[in-house]
């Protein structure tokens, strides 16, 4: 880590909005994940937490920015691992201590070593500590020893400010988002009877890194019948002539990440029944779009793609029953049980992001703000291997998603992901054409 990705004066505004809204005699203690092993000493490649991320950009591991009060003025420290030769010759350079305050937005800095030291006056002075607990064993053992500190949470008030990006977030989403757009291009290219769901996860991922960039969730390439296995990511097993592929995959830059799903045959051709479900797919996502207005509650989108599915199953022969009956109560009817998920989720810094649907808890459904990003993705699932329902022999082993990323603006959605080719003429002209 050599630089923060967003301007500092973005990072202050976020701290002053988001400190603003604090009682007085708060603290805040934001830590970062913990690094997780895979195989003895071995660790999962690190990723910052989306919040400290959020509020200063500090993205290496090992760290907690506090925020107290002196006087009228909120003061801002960042904890860091410190510079240490011996250690920065195995895991990497260390920005130190100097380094963290003359190149991230924060007051001042300080090693991790004196934490506790420094915390617990603070701890002790506050009635309320704005801490994420279960993150950081030291933090969260610091609270409960402490006199009377109340813990209290910060992510209702950060998940709020998080819901809308600004311009510089909106430029790194784009740019996340043609990574991956070019990704599934490339792949498409690629593909070919008998290839291996393997293979075509190879050339996504590498397009990624080619691109400085890396996976925001694990790959999902799945043939034929994998595809209805909706978080399917073995990707371990060859696709046949005459099969569809369903490839859900994402990248990340700068933290934002982009989240696109293609569904594409792997001879370049689609059959008559795979043209089928993949029309009514492909009508139900633009429908999706076409609802995603400033003004419009988050839950008409999902209304959207429901009511083309469910009357595209009924004229399809899946569903025997009026439209009304097809969608049942809450749209929780039949046609649930060949679209299993939701219709989409807010984008950021999490692919599934904060602030969704409702506003808190128990607050009042969100509607659409220009500044919003979210997936639609509807989709159908027929899979062969299903006993609890009716598959119709015709689509048996088909499944197809269509995913794309969506800014919500004052003239209408935008899609960020408009560069990867969603129609069958494209996606025909694409598949296997390494021309
Ligand atoms: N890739 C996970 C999702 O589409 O929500
Ligand atoms: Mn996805
Ligand atoms: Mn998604």
């Known amino acids: 880590m050599s630089e923060t990705a967003l301007s500092d004066s ?15 005699d708060s603290l805040v203690l934001m830590p970062t994940n913990p690094v997780v ?95 994420i607990s279960g993150l950081n064993p030291v933090l969260d053992e610091l609270i ?31 740019e996340s988002a043609d990574i991956a757009s070019a990704s599934h291009i490339a792949a498409m290219r690629a593909t070919f009877p008998g290839i291996g769901e393997w293979q ?42 005459g099969e569809l592929v369903l490839v859900d995959a994402g990248c990340e830059v700068s933290g934002y990440a982009s989240d696109i799903t293609r569904t594409w045959p792997v001879n370049g051709k689609f059959s008559d029944q795979q ?26 989108m999902h209304h959207a793609t429901s009511r083309v599915l469910a009357q595209g199953l009924i004229d399809l022969g899946v569903l025997d029953c009026s439209l009304e009956d097809a969608l049942g109560d809450d749209f929780n009817g039949p046609f649930r049980n060949y679209f299993m998920h939701g219709s989409g989720h807010m984008l950021g810094l999490d692919v599934h992001d904060v602030g969704g649907g409702r506003q808190g808890d128990d607050g009042p459904e969100r509607k659409f703000e220009p500044g919003m990003v979210l997936t639609v993705e509807p989709g159908l699932y027929f899979g062969s291997w299903r006993t609890d329902i009716d598959i119709p022999d015709r689509y048996a082993g088909i499944g197809v998603r269509i995913e794309d990323n969506v800014l919500i603006t004052a003239d209408g959605p935008v899609v960020l992901t408009s560069s990867c080719p969603k129609t069958i003429d494209e996606i025909e002209a694409l598949v296997g054409n390494n021309g």
């Open 10 to 24: 973005e990072y202050l505004s976020r701290q002053s909005v988001f400190l603003g809204q604090l009682p007085e």
């Open 144 to 174: 409960s020893g402490s006199d009377g500190a109340e813990l209290a949470d910060p992510t209702p008030i950060l998940d709020d400010m998080r819901v809308l990006k600004s311009n510089e977030e909106i430029r790194f989403m784009q």
């Open 275 to 300: 043209r089928e479900i993949y029309e009514l797919v492909l009508k139900a996502e633009l429908a999706g779009i076409e609802s995603c207005q400033v003004g419009s509650p988050w839950s008409s």
């Open 37 to 131: 092993y895979r195989s003895n000493d071995t660790a999962f490649p690190f990723r910052a937490n989306s919040y400290i991320l959020y509020l200063c950009g500090w993205s290496d591991p090992g760290a907690v920015l506090m925020a107290h009060r002196e006087g009228a003025e909120w003061v801002t420290t960042l904890f860091i691992q410190p510079r240490d030769t011996k250690a920065e010759i195995w895991e990497g350079r260390r920005v130190g201590v100097e380094g963290t305050v003359s190149g991230w937005p924060v007051d001042k800095a300080h090693s991790l070593e004196d934490i506790a030291d420094s915390v617990t006056p603070h701890l002790d002075a506050c009635t309320s500590v704005y801490c």
């Open 200 to 241: 075509i996860q190879s050339f996504i991922e590498s397009h990624f890194t080619a691109n400085k960039s890396r996976w925001s969730y694990p790959s999902i390439v799945g043939g034929g019948d994998n595809a209805t296995i909706l978080h399917y990511n073995s990707n371990d097993d060859e696709i046949s002539d």
